[in-house]
Each structure stands twice: as structure tokens, then as C-alpha cells.
């Protein structure tokens, strides 16, 4: 499910990649032989479609075009 502190409301929530990325022990930096990350700090494109349903809870509650 979705990542829920206290920065966490009814209209604005925090989610964390780390629930896709990473286990108890370790997070993920490759995936299908392709790198999850373009620098230290910051998803490549690859990742970001990889960590991308866990958005879907959020957006797909967003009605309007897009």
C-alpha cells in the first residue's frame, strides 16, 4: 500500500519508492540487465517507468484530462 506518515493527509500523500525498490535487506539498482538509477540520487527513465504503478492508487483517483 501506500507509504503513510505524518506528512500524510487526506489530500496529499507521500509515497515511497523504497516499497518497489527495496527488500529487507537490500534495495534494487538493476532490473532486467538495465540501470534503475542515472545518478546517486535520481531514477533513470527505465526506473522511473519500473517504481511507476505504484502512483496508480493516486492518479487513477485524479479525474480531468491529463
Known amino acids: ?9 487526506e489530500n496529499v500523500h507521500r509515497i ?5 525498490l527495496c ?5 534494487q539498482v538493476v532490473a532486467d540487465g ?7 540520487d535520481h531514477l533513470s527513465e527505465f526506473g522511473s517507468q519500473w517504481v511507476s504503478g505504484i502512483f496508480r ?3 487513477g483517483a485524479v479525474e480531468g484530462p491529463y
Do not use: H
Not at 538495465?34 to 545518478?39: G, I
Open 23 to 27: 527488500n529487507e535487506v537490500s534495495c
Open 1 to 9: 500500500g501506500l507509504f503513510v506518515d505524518a506528512l500524510s493527509t
Open 57 to 59: 492508487p493516486v492518479f
Open 16 to 20: 515511497d519508492p523504497a516499497l518497489v
Open 34 to 40: 538495465k540501470s534503475l538509477y542515472m545518478d546517486d
